[in-house]
């Protein structure tokens, strides 16, 4: 069946750095979404992708649906530690369908 | 706040016994979906509904079966809850076609 590979699992970072992480598989895409779940808590939707090529921000996240439409990118500047939480990517196969395919999340731990 | 209340929130419970878990939504959102969460894998479809009386199977829907008789309510059942359906459920929903999953706060659930 069909895969999203997420990378990297789990990250520790320094508060201030950067933060990168992708999805990737062999399927195309209609739409990419990204997650951030706390614990106890349902997954919160931060950025929605449409569009090939596609480049959307949210406040210090930035996210890229790839040309290719078989990967998304979601970069974090200047992490504080209320980034720290699970970031899941999701993609759409085919517009109107109901099916996700997730990732399986990467952990970010961000240190003080 | 994408107005879903799932409950109950935790529950505990003997293997073999029936469990129903329920999702209500305040908008009257078309779409409601149960997916789980275990570790190692993305969230998983189980069932989904796309209108009153309107249910159909996800990727993993053996051992559960689903009832939406009013629009904001969409319920889960595990007919004789096993071992391997412990669990993170979470219930989702979306406004249109196109449009991105919306999660609540989900439902652990663990069969002893």
């Known amino acids: 069946g069909q895969q999203l590979n997420q990378s990297p699992q789990s990250m520790f970072i320094q508060e201030g750095e950067d933060v990168s992480m992708n999805c990737t598989s062999s399927?195309?895409?209609?739409?990419w979404l990204w997650y951030k779940q706390d614990p106890g808590e349902g997954p919160v939707l931060l950025i929605a992708?449409?569009?090939?090529?596609e480049l959307t921000s949210n406040g210090r996240l930035t996210a890229q649906f790839g040309i290719t439409r078989k990967d998304s990118f979601l970069n974090i500047s200047a992490s504080i530690p209320s980034d720290v939480g699970i970031y899941f990517c999701?993609?759409?196969?085919?517009?109107?369908?109901?099916?996700?395919?997730f990732g399986t999340g990467t952990r970010l731990k961000v240190l003080a | 706040d994408a107005g879903i209340t799932q409950s109950p929130r935790h529950k505990v419970t003997e293997t073999g016994t029936p469990v129903t878990l329920r999702c209500h939504q305040t908008?009257?959102?078309?779409?409601m979906y149960w997916y789980r969460q275990d570790p190692g894998h993305g969230l998983r479809l189980i069932h989904y509904s796309y209108g009153v009386k309107d249910t159909d199977k996800g990727e993993v829907s053996d051992g559960y079966s689903v009832s939406r008789s009013k629009t904001e309510d969409f319920l889960l059942t595990l007919e004789s809850a096993t071992s391997s359906q412990t669990s993170v459920y979470f219930c989702?929903?979306?406004?249109?076609?196109?449009?991105?999953?919306?999660f609540g706060n989900g439902t652990r659930l663990t069969v002893t």
């Open positions: 999701a993609g759409q196969l085919g517009a109107g369908t109901y099916k996700y395919i």
């Open positions: 989702a929903i979306r406004t249109g076609t196109n449009s991105p999953l919306h």
């Open positions: 399927s195309i895409f209609n739409t």
């Open positions: 992708l449409y569009k090939a090529g």
């Open positions: 908008e009257n959102h078309r779409y």
